[in-house]
Nanobody, 117 residues
Framework: VQLQASGGGLVQAGGSLRLSCAASGRTFSGDTWGWYRQVPGKQRELVATVTSGGNTDYADSVEGRFTISRHNLENTMWLQMNSLQPQDTAVYYC????????????WGQGTLVTVSS
């Protein structure tokens, strides 16, 4: 499975961006898709996750501003980011993982989001 993330770019504070992640290859129900982000010198951190059943979870720092969604049949996930702040600047990575057989954990290549003040 390969994940392709897109949609990053430069935006002013208060603006919006929508990230997309498309998977090629077969995935299975019961997996969790997620967005993570990383800035140089810091660990990669969770932004949001969504299960195949539609349950979502968000980091406190993005709750109420970001919305994660997925389309199971199309193997696609999105992250709608509103009210962006300079501290949201990072490389955003998409991920899909399944913790029971067939187990897997795949990462996309990352897309850069830069928020100017």
């Amino acid at each position: 499975v390969q994940l392709q993330a897109s949609g990053g770019g430069l935006v002013q504070a208060g603006g919006s961006l929508r990230l997309s992640c498309a998977a090629s290859g077969r995935t299975f129900s019961g997996d969790t898709w997620g967005w993570y982000r990383q800035v140089p010198g810091k660990q990669r951190e969770l932004v949001a996750t969504v299960t195949s059943g539609g349950n979502t979870d968000y980091a406190d720092s993005v709750e109420g501003r970001f919305t994660i969604s997925r389309h199971n049949l199309e193997n696609t996930m999105w992250l709608q980011m509103n009210s962006l702040q300079p501290q949201d600047t990072a490389v955003y990575y998409c991920n899909t993982r399944r913790v029971w057989p067939p187990k897997y954990n795949y990462w996309g290549q990352g897309t850069l989001v830069t928020v100017s003040s």
